[in-house]
């Protein structure tokens, strides 16, 4: 943890009751390892560890955030459920892959480095007509996913055309909240769900 140069030398070899500020009315406590507390909390509790992080800790504190997709009326498991990460991921990488192979065999004549820029443009032809169609791409067809609004009903065309445009971004799509909807879902009211 990060504390300023002040504060490290304003407590350094003090014990709790002698550092600045005042003190709780009862005093700084000693917990059962003897570590120093205020009240009933250890602060090492509440930061969490840069391991678990900070949502670890509050499920120790007892903290209940519910299984992702629970905040949407999604079921747990099961169809209809929120997609993980490694289904997404696989998803992606097959979609990119035959995008890549059209690029490279169709469009660009064989020639790798003129292939790169028309991957990207048939990624998003492709994300943009099945999708907002079908709901699904051939990677996640093949691994069982759906693209659905968060409203459970199909997207259309502007919010799919958004969430591809975001997704083609890179840094929307690695940024999620505790559902595991990256940024660009999120924006366009979508989610992943399986259908197996």
Sequence with gaps: MFLPATVLAAGA???????????PEDGPAASADGRATVGDVDNRDVLGSWI?????????MGADFGYR????????EGPGSIASMGRRLAALFIDWTLCVVIAYGLLAGGDAQRANPW???VFLVMSVALV???GTTPGKRLLGLRVIGADGRRLGFGRVLLRTVLLLLVIPAVVWDRDGRGLHDKAARAVQVRTS
């Design 119 to 121: 991957t990207t443009v």
């Design 13 to 23: 070899g003090r014990r709790p009751e002698e550092l600045p500020g005042e003190p």
């Design 69 to 76: 997709g629970e905040r949407l009326g999604l079921p747990q």
């Design 132 to 134: 907002g169609t079908v």
């Design 52 to 60: 678990s992080g900070p949502r670890a800790a509050a499920e120790e």
